[in-house]
C-alpha cells in the first residue's frame, strides 16, 4: 500500500487554509481540511491522478486541483510513498518546492 507523508510546509499550509477559512466559518473550515485530506487518502489508490505541476513539468511533482486550491506532491521513485509538498490556493505563485519535512 502507499503510504501518505506531509512535509512540515504542507501542514502548516493546510493550517493556514483552516485558519484563514475559519474566520468566517469554523464548520468550514473543518468541511475544507476534510476534503483536502480525502483528496490525498484518494491518491494512495491512484497516485498518478492529477497534472504534472506546470512550474515543474520536468519534475516528479503532481497536483490534484480542489476548487481554490492546489495540493501539491511528490511521487517516490519507488512509488511506494506520496508526499504532500504544499497545499497552495490556486492565485498564489509557487517559488520553490523541497523536500523538508
Not at 65 to 92: E, F, P, S
Request: net charge positive.
Amino acid at each position: 500500500m502507499v503510504q501518505v507523508e506531509w512535509t512540515k510546509k504542507a501542514l502548516s499550509d493546510l493550517h493556514e487554509v483552516y485558519e484563514f477559512i475559519a474566520k468566517d466559518s469554523l464548520r468550514y473550515a473543518q468541511l475544507q481540511v476534510e476534503k483536502i485530506q480525502e483528496v490525498v487518502l484518494n491518491l494512495t489508490k491512484f497516485p498518478a491522478s492529477g497534472r504534472k505541476v506546470p512550474e515543474f513539468s520536468s519534475l516528479p511533482y503532481r497536483e490534484v486541483l480542489l476548487g481554490n486550491y492546489r495540493i501539491i506532491c511528490r511521487i517516490t521513485d519507488a512509488k511506494d510513498c506520496i508526499i504532500v509538498m504544499a497545499i497552495l490556493h490556486g492565485r498564489q505563485l509557487i517559488n520553490k518546492l523541497s523536500n523538508g519535512k
